[in-house]
């Protein structure tokens, strides 16, 4: 099962729901890891030595820094940006995510990035 990275602006009401669905899934939110003020490029670079898939929102900024740190040659965990509540139900997203951690191995993420809803 994959381990998680969820970024401090995630919605934990997706995150207590994804919980619940997949009990003993091994996530970590940036606040608790201290890297609640990291630059997303650092935070990219942390996820991929932790081995962990980067959960956010962050539609506007994670996509670059993504593509910039693999560009400088380095490796990212890879990432999924998930829409707002307030654009996509929340169980949908659960679902998605669900999905993802169940069906899918660490080794197929290595430098993806990927935006719900899944295609």
């Known amino acids: 099962m994959l381990r998680l990275l969820i970024d401090h ?4 009401d997706i995150l207590r729901g994804l919980l619940r669905r997949v009990p003993g899934l091994n996530v970590i939110i940036a606040y608790e890891a201290g890297l609640s003020r ?4 650092e935070l990219l670079v942390w996820a991929a030595t932790e081995h962990r898939l980067l959960l956010t929102h962050d539609r ?6 993504a593509k910039t740190v693999i560009e400088s040659g380095r490796t990212i965990a890879g990432v999924v940006i998930a829409p707002e509540p ?3 139900p929340i169980a949908q997203i659960i679902e998605q995510l669900e999905l ?3 069906c899918t191995e660490e080794s197929e993420w290595q430098n993806v990035i990927s935006h719900l809803p899944l295609r």
């Not at 990291?38 to 490029?41: A, Q």
Request: proline share 5%; aromatic share 4%; net charge neutral.
């Open 9 to 12: 602006n995630f919605d934990q």
């Open 38 to 41: 990291t630059k997303d490029p």
């Open 60 to 65: 506007r900024t994670m996509v670059a820094h």
């Open 86 to 88: 307030s654009q996509m």
């Open 100 to 102: 993802i951690v169940t």
